[in-house]
């Protein structure tokens, strides 16, 4: 969980998102392959270039955790939450 309450927070998200986006190709120069998950208020895409991989979940609800699963033969890999830091 990410808490979003200060400013020092949000100025932390964005730097870790910008740093990410300096490291990983696919922020830059990716394909985007929108994916289709179950609950119609979590948006959900992958962007790809190469070996590079970024899969992105945006909870737009007005809840603050939402259930999903999503499936995608590019899907496979390990995974890092940009956010919490969790793989």
Same mark, same amino acid.
Not at 14 to 40: D, E, F, I, M, P
Not at 53 to 73: A, D, G, I, P, Y
């Given at each position: 969980?990410?808490?979003?309450?200060?400013?020092? &927070? =949000?100025?932390?998200?964005? /730097? @870790?998102?910008?740093?990410?986006? #300096?490291?990983?190709? @696919?922020?830059?120069? $990716?394909? /985007?392959? /929108?994916?289709? &998950?179950? !609950?119609?208020? +979590?948006?959900?895409?992958?962007?790809?270039? @190469?070996? !590079? #991989?970024?899969? %992105? %979940?945006?909870?737009? &609800? !007005?809840?603050? #955790?939402?259930?999903?699963? %999503?499936?995608? /033969?590019?899907? @496979? $890999?390990?995974? +890092?939450? *940009? *956010? &919490? $830091? =969790?793989?």
């Amino acid at each position: 969980d990410w808490p979003l309450n200060t400013h020092t &927070s =949000i100025e932390t998200m964005y /730097t @870790a998102l910008l740093h990410l986006r #300096k490291r990983n190709k @696919a922020l830059q120069w $990716g394909a /985007t392959v /929108t994916l289709l &998950s179950q !609950h119609n208020q +979590v948006l959900t895409y992958l962007l790809t270039q @190469a070996q !590079h #991989k970024v899969f %992105v %979940v945006l909870n737009v &609800s !007005h809840h603050e #955790k939402q259930r999903v699963t %999503v499936e995608h /033969t590019q899907l @496979a $890999g390990n995974y +890092v939450n *940009v *956010v &919490s $830091g =969790i793989q």
